[in-house]
């Protein structure tokens, strides 16, 4: 789809920006079968591609995606002949005819039992989030496996097997009731963040799917909000979105280069989405359930205090990551603890907290653990460890404004 | 869909089980089996004998090997099985749950693929 440069390739990769998830959700909700969904999908994008230079745009491009790749999926289940899907294929013919070609608007909106389904215990649960952020936002398995420190490989088999199970075993397409419901929210939570982490990779928004991810996931965000408004958990997480989302202005200077939180400009920050999260985040805490969610937002909550005060709130910062790391034992918690450890009582103690985590295999390829360590002994005047963990941190960072911010700190 | 539950218990334990245990535990399959016979879900099922009266058969290089006892030793035994029709894997998850050996030993509950 990158190939096409012209005015239609164009139009059909918004198309499958904003068009994906909701698709793969409609059809799948029908005929129980996401890789199936997945399939006929890209082939109705192919088609576009094909068509769409000749007839025009059509009004309502997601109404005649859809009405592609439901025919796509009723062949797929005529292909079947079984008895199960004699079923699936008599429900999209009555809606192929009463649907109205016309309208985007008329096709409803299945992204939340999509994303139940994929969070079903019946799903081996390492596949659960990275499922949801393929299903339902069409990132690829390569995206999803470096945002789960995975292989490639490893991830693309693990998507799969998961998807094989949700068909063969008749996984159903429906909302969880309300006693199994904290396991499965606990599930769609962890992949909505990653998901909006995904987006953050890329501050600048310059690439035009990431920036989405970051506001797809803000938007699925408040949709479970909204579904389950006594979850703290979830409002914890949206607040702690709309926290790094009210940022994002600020991470790049007018030159386009990176600048790290602690150098940010405050009045780039936008107030609103702060103040939105700082409500949210206050309905959350009245509920008197703490949560990983929760105290991760409260960390940025205590950044925001910059805006009054000048400094962060570091002590605040240091306690809620301290509760962070007893709550999930999380390597990349203990970055961030030393980070905050480094600002009270210097980096020296920092650096004896990072070592507690060095030994973890994952942190090897993990750039931020690098660029701490660097940054850290670079202020404790120990110039060649600092320079070997600034050169591992620079080979490890995808993003060129991050990896010049490093170069320059490098070599200052 | 089809799906079979697989009833799997462990057999040493059910041997030292009480006269009064077992009886108890007759008597809760018998109402399981008449609830899913009453829903419409019931296709068939049946328990087996112990595994130790099972034996083993495979072909190596054109000759037969019979063998005696269970092709796989572990904690638990298959000890018998129903296939119901649900709608969905929920549903038949929600009988397995049922079953009184969901309580003594471990319900694995499989798709039956349609020939």
Redesign the interface.
Same mark, same amino acid.
């Given at each position: 789809m990158a190939a096409a440069g012209d005015a239609t390739g164009r139009a059909v990769e918004a198309a499958a920006r904003h068009s994906y998830g909701k698709l793969v959700a409609y059809l799948a909700a029908r005929t129980?079968d996401v890789a199936g969904a997945e399939d006929s999908l890209s082939e109705a994008f192919a088609a576009a591609l094909a068509a769409w230079p000749e007839q025009g745009i059509p009004r309502a491009p997601e109404a005649w995606l859809l009405a592609v790749a439901r025919r796509k999926s009723i062949d797929r289940a005529r292909r079947r002949r079984?008895?199960?899907h004699a079923g699936t294929v008599l429900l999209m013919l009555a809606e192929e005819i009463t649907a109205h070609g016309d309208s985007d608007a008329a096709i409803p909106d299945e992204r939340l039992r999509l994303m139940f389904v994929c969070a079903?215990p !019946?799903i081996e649960e390492a596949a659960r989030a990275p499922l949801i952020l393929q299903a339902v936002l069409g990132l690829d398995a390569a995206a999803i496996a470096s945002a789960f420190l995975v292989s490639p490989a490893t991830m693309g088999q693990r998507l799969v097997r998961a998807k094989r199970k949700i068909s !063969?075993?008749?996984?159903?397409f429906?909302l969880p009731e309300r006693d199994e419901l904290p396991e499965r929210l606990d599930a769609v939570l962890d992949a909505i963040y990653a998901a909006f982490a995904a987006g953050w990779a890329d501050p600048a928004g310059t690439v035009a799917r990431s920036r989405h991810f970051a506001d797809e996931a803000i938007w699925l965000g408040r949709l479970v909000v909204m579904l389950q408004p006594d979850a703290p958990e979830a409002l914890g997480l949206l607040a702690l979105m709309l926290h790094a989302e009210a940022r994002r202005a600020a991470r790049r200077d007018e030159d386009g280069e990176f600048v790290p939180l602690d150098e940010q400009d405050v009045s780039r920050w936008d107030a609103g989405l702060i103040d939105e999260a700082e409500t949210i985040l206050r309905r959350a805490s009245a509920m008197g359930t703490i949560g990983r969610f929760q105290l991760e937002a409260a960390v940025q909550s205590a950044h925001a205090v910059r805006r009054r005060t000048g400094r962060a709130d570091w002590l605040a910062i240091l306690e809620l990551y301290d509760a962070l790391l007893r709550l999930t034992q999380s390597p990349v918690v203990a970055i961030n603890r030393a980070v905050a450890i480094s600002e009270l009582h210097g980096p020296r103690a920092a650096l004896v907290a990072l070592d507690a985590v060095a030994g973890d295999p994952r942190l090897a390829e993990y750039q931020p653990y690098w660029a701490a360590r660097a940054g850290m002994s670079a202020l404790a005047g120990e110039r060649a460890a600092a320079d070997d963990a600034y050169l591992r941190a620079i080979g490890l960072e995808a993003d060129p404004a991050v990896r010049r911010f490093l170069q320059k700190r490098r070599g200052a | 869909m089809q799906y079979m539950l697989l009833i799997y218990q462990n057999e040493a334990g059910m041997a030292q089980a009480r006269e009064q245990d077992i009886t108890e535990m007759m008597g809760a399959y018998g109402a399981y089996t008449k609830a899913m016979q009453d829903a419409g879900v019931l296709v068939g099922g049946d328990r087996l004998d112990r595994s130790a009266n099972g034996t083993t058969v495979r072909t190596e290089n054109g000759k037969t090997k019979v063998l005696n006892g269970p092709y796989a030793e572990a904690k638990e035994q298959l000890g018998g099985y129903y296939i119901i029709e649900a709608k969905d894997l929920d549903a038949a998850l929600s009988w397995a749950a049922r079953c009184p050996n969901a309580q003594y030993g471990v319900m694995e509950v499989r798709p039956i693929l349609a020939m």
């Open positions: 129980g079984t008895h199960q079903h !019946a !063969a075993a008749g996984i159903p429906r | -």
